[in-house]
């Protein structure tokens, strides 16, 4: 098993969707996890931190389930500059990324 | 926040040339860097931790020989790759952390010819 899975998409919404992703995380140690953002050919950056509250910021939500091992990111009224890959991240002694999933969000 | 900053962004060379890499946390120390490699289409996949005043950890798979990573200082990392063939055509980012979250540098892409 994989040690952070994701669906690789890509995931066609119109704007104004609502759209969730799901991430797998194989090791139960894990410390930290964390919502990326890469555009294409661009660094990866720090869209949000998730905590076992959830946590959300604007129209992004995200959550952790420690007891299933996954974590979610949910993205409200998409915009067209909400088109991007969305990597999970988890922090156990390094950061372990994701493939990554695309998000593709059309007029 | 703060900043990483890698150079160059672009480069290309000559197969059997080396090329270096430079990593600098601009604002904060970095005592750990981490260099990736992200092939298109895939994931960004650690290749090594560079430890300040130590040697560098490598990751399975990984010639510490062809990817020489030195962390001289606090700010600085660098990767060079050397003797780079076509294979090694991909875009490198570095990352460092502070308390609270990861940055990367801009990364770059490197073309063998």
């Known amino acids: 098993r994989k040690e952070v899975e994701q669906d690789p998409g890509p995931f066609n919404v119109p704007e104004g969707a609502t759209v969730a992703f799901n991430c797998t995380y194989s090791?139960?140690?894990?410390?930290?996890f964390f919502w990326y953002r890469q555009d294409c050919r661009k660094e990866p950056k720090l869209l949000m931190s998730v905590y076992s509250s959830g946590n959300e910021d604007g129209r992004f939500t995200a959550q952790l389930n420690r007891a299933s091992q996954y974590i979610s990111l949910l993205i409200r009224d998409s915009k067209l500059s909400d088109s991007a890959t969305y990597l999970c991240?988890?922090?156990?002694?390094?950061?372990?990324f994701g493939k990554g999933t695309m998000l593709l969000v059309s007029p | 926040g703060a900043v990483v900053s890698q150079h160059p962004s672009r480069v290309i060379c000559k197969s059997g040339t080396s090329v270096k890499i430079e990593c600098r946390s601009l604002?904060?120390?970095?005592?750990?860097m981490f260099w990736y490699r992200q092939f298109p289409k895939q994931s960004l996949m650690l290749m090594a931790t560079?430890?300040?005043?130590?040697?560098?950890?490598?990751e399975q798979g990984v010639e510490k020989d062809k990817f020489l990573i030195n962390h001289a200082s606090l700010t600085l990392s660098t990767l060079t790759v050397t003797s780079a063939h076509p294979e090694d055509s991909s875009f490198y980012i570095c990352?460092?952390?502070?308390?609270?979250?990861?940055?990367f540098g801009q990364g770059t892409r490197l073309t063998v010819v």
């Open positions: 560079s430890n300040e005043g130590s040697k560098a950890t490598y």
């Open positions: 990352s460092a952390r502070d308390n609270t979250e990861a940055f």
């Open positions: 991240v988890v922090l156990y002694s390094t950061l372990t």
């Open positions: 604002d904060f120390q970095a005592t750990t």
């Open positions: 090791n139960s140690a894990s410390q930290s």
